[in-house]
């Protein structure tokens, strides 16, 4: 407890510890302030519901689409055309930068979901020009959309390629915000077009403000929001790396709201009268992924020796420390999709042993594993987990260096696919199975850097399009079923846990819920 309480002391903070608001304790920079353009979960919670709108959303308890900047929407029979009718009366943020003449409208979706598909559009290239929209190109959605037509100011039509039964679940993912064409066009004509994505202005309960890099993000209340009026004058994200001295903010009341105390942490916040832990089973999965195009992990027998040389059931102790449940598939045992995978790799070093002597590796090889610097639902303690893999890989004969970065750097460098290995994971954005597989595995994500295991199988993308080709739930479960199965035959990463999501508020806090997917929203957040 005294350590804890010095390193809080060691910490500077950088905003007014008078805040008429709320302070929530995040765990890194935000790599932009547009969740176009990026799929990191520090980044997404942040940003995602706290600035921007949808046009329609997912109810987390029962998985339905309800309305929010679309009041309605309607399908054609060859589902090829949804049509969405818009709500009226909506303004975008007025902020130091921008002022809007207008209120949202169709031009604003045409916009915003035009600048992923074409070409024309002045935004396009705008940005990470190595992996732009990063969660669109991995879904194919940006190949999927023919066109986006005004039918007029307050409804539109989009046109597909193909019907794909998981749109609207993508239409409704974080990743989906609606961007102001007016704004845009402000940019434009001052040839400043990547402020975009730097300054941002949507239609969301809160206004960006300020960002000091390390420090804080400062958002404030929108005043004029179409929804329920936030009860928050301002809002404060204080960027607080360590995991430790983000619970000793949170003890001594500088931070309100903090993100994923770890398993070790949450006794210690159990003792305390005046904090309040939250929990919930989240749609996630950590996974230690194998870069494909690597030699030796080209070969799968490799990949499989590597599976059953570690003890999973250690690391589920060690690191997980009853906070997660191992993994049998990539999907977890919530999903209508799941199938637990019989021949799931067991921990058999001897097997590890045999295999590797059958690929000439009877000697042992020497390999790096990246870790992940962030606690994450998924993995709450990559660097622990990464010693346990590397003490148990050398009983087998092989050597590990186990590789750190700076989190936004880390990422970066698994675009590029530097690393031989990684330990990582994914939070799914909606409820439908194909978020688990496309994001990550598809070879759309593999040319955009977001598939980690580098991993191009095109008879696993057509089980993808196949299951997205029909909205029978019986046949879409087979197309999956099969999907893990030959994910387990070819190991390109092998799942490790589903981890369960804790947030930890003091008790004066109120209106912040969990929910099973997706990034946290403080738009009804309150502080008595």
């Known amino acids: 407890m005294v350590t804890l309480l010095l390193l809080s002391g060691c910490n500077e903070s950088d905003f007014n510890q008078d805040i008429k608001g709320l302070v929530y304790c995040s765990e890194a920079n935000p790599i932009s302030f547009n969740p176009q353009v990026t799929t990191t979960g520090s980044t997404i919670d942040v940003i995602a519901n706290q600035l921007y709108n949808r046009l329609i959303n997912i109810d987390p308890d029962t998985g339905e689409f309800t309305p929010s900047l679309a009041t309605s929407w309607s399908m054609s029979a060859d589902r090829k055309k949804i049509t969405f009718k818009l709500r009226k009366n909506v303004k975008f943020h007025t902020t130091d930068y921008f002022t809007p003449t207008r209120d949202f409208n169709a031009d604003d979706v ?95 309960p809160y206004f ?26 301002q809002l404060v994200f204080d960027i607080t790396p360590n995991s430790t001295t983000r619970i000793a903010k949170m003890m001594t009341h500088e931070c309100d709201v903090t993100a994923h105390p770890n398993a070790t942490q949450l006794s210690i916040l159990a003792q305390r009268d005046d904090i309040h832990v939250q ?16 030699a030796p992990f080209d070969d799968p027998r490799v990949r499989r020796a590597l599976s059953h040389a570690i003890d999973i059931d250690k690391i589920m102790d060690s690191v997980f420390l009853g906070t997660g449940k191992r993994a049998q598939s990539l999907l977890p045992s919530s999903s209508w999709a799941y199938q637990a995978q019989a021949n799931y790799p067991s921990y058999n070093p001897e097997l590890a042993k045999l295999l590797l002597d059958q690929v000439g590796l009877e000697q042992g090889f020497k390999m790096d594993l990246w870790a992940a610097p962030v606690s994450r639902i998924y993995n709450p303690n990559a660097r622990k987990m990464a010693e346990l893999i590397q003490s148990d890989l050398k009983k087998v004969g092989i050597s590990v260096n186990i590789v750190e970065y700076e989190w936004n750097t880390f990422l970066s460098k698994l675009e590029n696919h530097q690393h031989d290995s990684v330990l990582i994971g994914w939070a799914a954005d909606s409820p439908d199975p194909d978020n688990f597989f496309s994001p990550i595995l598809s070879c759309s994500a593999a040319i955009n850097g977001k598939n980690q295991a580098n991993w191009c199988n095109p008879e696993f993308d057509l089980l993808l399009t196949q299951a997205l080709d029909t909205i029978d739930i019986e046949q879409r479960k087979q197309f999956y079923y099969q999907a893990q199965q030959l994910l387990m035959q ?25 929910k099973p997917f997706g990034g946290v929203s403080l738009a009804n957040a309150e502080k008595k």
Do not use: C
Request: hydrophobic share 40%; proline share 4%.
């Open 208 to 233: 960006f403000k300020e960002f000091k890099r390390d420090i804080l993000v400062r958002y404030y209340r929108h005043p004029d929001y179409w929804h329920t009026l936030g009860k928050l004058d």
């Open 279 to 294: 929990q919930i089973t989240y749609l996630n999965v950590g996974y230690w992924a194998f870069n494909t195009r690597k």
């Open 490 to 514: 070819e190991l390109p990463l092998l799942p490790l846990a589903h981890g369960m999501r804790f947030q930890a508020t003091t008790k004066e806090v109120a209106g912040i819920e969990l």
């Open 110 to 204: 045409i916009f915003t979901f035009g600048r992923l598909f074409d070409v024309y559009n002045p935004f396009h290239f705008v940005g990470n020009a190595q992996s732009p929209y990063p969660y669109f190109r991995s879904i194919g959605l940006d190949q999927l959309i023919k066109g986006i037509t005004k039918d007029n100011d307050y409804q539109v039509t989009f046109e597909l390629f193909n019907a794909n039964s998981s749109f609207l679940a993508n239409i409704a993912t974080d990743f989906s915000v609606v961007l102001s064409a007016e704004y845009a066009k402000n940019l434009q004509a001052k040839d400043d077009l990547e402020a975009i994505d730097k300054f941002p202005v949507g239609t969301g």
